[in-house]
DNA sequence: ATCTATTCCTGGCTGC
DNA sequence: TGCAGCCAGGAATAGA
């Protein structure tokens, strides 16, 4: 989203801005929109799963949650809460299905984004590691906690776990160092192989400009329930862990 | 520190 | 065809 939304947004001055949902923009919406108003766009950056619109004062942090979007030149519709105008007539809308994303203003660093851990593209092995190993949690909750890394939803947890071999109840303190390595290796492959191909369009995700993603064809596991293993013919099973649906091979991830 | 259940919202799907 | 019930890429919160 960052990528495809940058250009739209990067050097301009946000002329008008509107915002609608109590949900999305609690507060006074009105003072979020003078706060925003006239401020030059300066940069526009992800950690986590959170985007950080810098402005040559202060910074807008936008969360997109489970259905949100931000989208380029595109018309208003029923469920669009955000509504931003920036100089030479360009336009970007935020649009949100169930209003479970945020948009934030802040002065300074948003303090839901100073809670977050190291962002999982970028995290070094040694310190992944070694917090992963310092932690007597099960590793699917883990890594889902974005204060631990930033930016693994339930998708890619499945598809991380599977593609290590790694149960997601095994406690990650017993996970051994080369494995964890791995992991780690394995997390940044997924993701970038996901960016590359522009994301997991499950229901709702595009991009910046509208255009679904392609990485739902590539998922091994995840929404694959009862469908064959790719790497053994087991049938791919469905539990529930951490009260998220959590998809996995029974016989390559076996827990130990 | 860790775990569980619950809550916010709407739409889509399943089964009766 | 209609409707109730359940499910969904997230995350905060309360209580154990």
């Known amino acids: 989203m960052v ?3 940058a250009p739209y947004l990067m050097g301009r001055t946000i002329v008008r801005a509107e915002f609608g949902s109590p949900w999305v923009t609690p507060g006074d919406r009105e003072l979020l929109a003078r706060q925003v108003m006239s401020r030059r766009v300066t940069g526009v950056r992800r950690h986590g799963k959170f985007i950080l619109v810098d402005l040559d004062q202060g910074s807008l942090t ?3 949650g489970m259905t949100g979007k931000l989208l380029a030149g595109a018309a208003r519709t029923p469920y669009t809460h955000g509504f931003f105008e920036l100089d030479g007539d360009a336009v970007v809308v935020y649009d949100d299905v169930r209003q479970f994303g945020s948009i934030e203003y802040s002065a300074g660093v948003n303090p839901r984004v100073a809670a977050l851990g190291p962002d999982a593209l970028t995290v070094t092995a040694e310190e992944f590691v070694s917090k992963l190993r310092s932690r007597t949690t099960r ?3 883990l890594l889902l906690n974005q204060a631990f890394v ?3 939803g339930n998708i890619y947890v499945d598809e991380v776990l599977f593609r290590a ?3 997601p109840l095994q406690i990650a303190s017993r996970v051994r160092m080369e494995r964890a390595r791995e992991l ?5 492959r997924v993701l970038q192989e996901s960016i590359a191909a522009g994301g997991s369009s499950i229901s709702d995700y595009v991009d910046g400009e509208g255009r679904k993603g392609a990485f739902q064809e590539r998922h091994r596991v995840y929404g694959r329930e009862g469908k064959p293993c790719p790497d053994c013919t087991a ?3 469905r539990t529930v862990v951490a009260q998220r649906g959590t998809h996995l091979c029974p016989a390559c991830q076996r827990r130990r």
């Open 62 to 64: 936008i969360h997109l």
């Open 235 to 237: 049938a791919i099973v």
């Open 165 to 167: 071999k790694l149960h």
């Open 3 to 5: 990528r495809t939304i």
């Open 150 to 152: 930033a930016g693994l």
């Open 139 to 141: 590793l699917k909750p």
């Open 184 to 188: 780690h290796g394995l997390m940044q």
